[in-house]
């Protein structure tokens, strides 16, 4: 689901964070959804698919202890977090029911084996414990999207844009989340407040950073598309003082009840550690502490009782493939 390049390192996933500081007035999505988590101190975090750690920083001042995974070395090298997996969410080497809260945010649409995936993430969960999953709706986007079907359409008629959400989107996520989880509770924000732009090269760049996702499927050159957004989106601004488009965004609050523990027994097969490719980046960059069946996992989470026993393994079994 996710095209080679798209995420080796966080540039892409910068572009869209910039366009969305452009939101007038501004929305902080991550203290909504963090608020939505309902912490208090002292509880235990996993933010699955933690990208360039933009959730992990607003988590500081939480009093949480808090775990950081992604597939992505370079997002992990982005991310800068003192305990941080390299690990697959479909085999995450945790032990069951270990966090009170972990978070799937802007990432189960990624993942080719949700199914799976959304039972790891229910496995690590602990009894009464939660799973907040954030994805976007049909209307995402949606002014900015007609401008690059139009830049596309010159060469490929009638094509249409395809969000990368497309697989699990706030229309349809629930019904996958709830083959795990015994109780899902969409939320929507009380508002969603425009992205105004008013410098078109911030809109260039957003639509630059998509180019993997789509385009194979066009004649037109996508770096082309891209700048003929740009210029759409320049003669907007100087006819109407800026491009307006919006959000559609959706959390999902997934909860496990605390009398579950015995039917998880009986529904879902313990995991196997040695699935899981693991390359974990330690507190000081370059070191690794502690290996472990598929790679690496670093002390200071060890010592958080998050990790199952390790087993010593053979130089490079920590390598992605």
Known sequence: MNPPGQYA????????????????????????????????????????????????????????????????????????????????????????????????????????????????????????????????????????????????????????MRPATHAFTAENAAVQLGAAFEAVTCIRPASAPPVVIRDAAVAADYVASLATHHHDGT????????????QQVQLVIDDQGAFITSSDLAAFICRRPPAAEAALARSFPANRYGRARTAVLSPEPGELELAVPGGFLPGCARGMGLLPRARRTQPGAGRRT
Do not use: K
């Open 219 to 230: 004649a037109r050159p996508w770096e082309d598309v891209a700048e003929d957004v740009r």
């Open 9 to 160: 390192d966080d540039r892409n996933l910068r572009a869209r964070q910039r366009f969305w500081q452009h939101q007038d007035p501004y929305f902080d999505v991550v203290g909504w959804v963090l608020d939505l988590a309902a912490l208090s101190p002292g509880m235990r975090v996993l933010d699955a698919g933690c990208g360039n750690g933009l959730y992990l920083r607003g988590l500081r001042d939480r009093q949480v202890t808090v775990v950081g995974c992604d597939r992505s070395l370079g997002m992990l090298q982005a991310a800068a977090h003192p305990a941080l997996l390299g690990a697959d969410v479909t085999a995450l080497p945790l032990r069951d029911g270990v966090v009170d809260v972990a978070l799937a945010i802007h990432m189960l649409y990624h993942v080719p084996d949700r199914e799976t995936a959304i039972r790891e993430l229910r496995r690590v969960v602990v009894p009464g414990g939660t799973c907040i999953a954030v994805t976007n709706g049909d209307r995402h986007t949606r002014s900015l999207r007609a401008l690059i079907e139009r830049a596309v359409r010159r060469e490929t008629p009638g094509w249409q």
